[in-house]
């Protein structure tokens, strides 16, 4: 069983929409990369749902409920998977925290801040859960502290099936 992370706007389709629908296709992804981990996704395999935007923060546990396959609707090649809701996090795990953490300085999400899924190690993952509790969170910097936040440009509508 493999570990993800995939990412949402929270306003285009938050973790709680998926919890209320209780699936949704995972569709729209185009980034090569992105679309190769979509690809190798397996039913089964276990998610962290990461919110962008304001929020940049994993807030909630999903898994995969199907064999990834090519999107019918998309005429770019993209392909779409079903996605599960499991639990949302006790409390959100921020990007801050997880930049401060020198054990995650090779995750992905902290050295290719655009890609919309990505791989999580077996270490990575947990570490990331060991935060959910509120404890053992690194001391952020004041510098990245006042770093300002940068909004993304637009983000993919999430149908539900």
């Known amino acids: 069983m493999a570990r993800w992370l995939v990412k949402e706007e929270p306003d285009h389709y938050a973790y709680a ?53 090519p999107d019918p609707d998309d005429d770019r090649g ?14 959100a795990v ?17 050295r290719i801040g655009r890609l919309s899924v990505m791989p999580v190690s077996d270490a990575q993952w947990a570490k990331i859960l060991s935060y959910e509790s509120g404890g053992d969170a690194p001391v952020q910097s004041r510098a990245a502290a006042r770093r300002p936040k940068r909004r993304s440009a637009t983000a993919r509508k999430r149908g539900s099936t």
């Open 17 to 69: 929409d998926l919890a209320r629908d209780g699936k949704a296709e995972w569709n729209g992804v185009h980034n090569a990369l992105a679309l190769r981990h979509l690809k190798s996704m397996r039913p089964g395999d276990e998610l962290l749902y990461y919110h962008t935007g304001d929020e940049r923060a994993v807030v909630g546990l999903a898994k995969v409920g199907g064999t990834p396959r």
């Open 78 to 91: 993209s392909w779409t998977v079903v996605v599960r809701p499991v639990r949302p996090l006790a409390s």
């Open 94 to 110: 921020s990007l801050a925290t997880l930049k401060a953490d020198p054990a995650l300085a090779g995750f992905d999400l902290v």
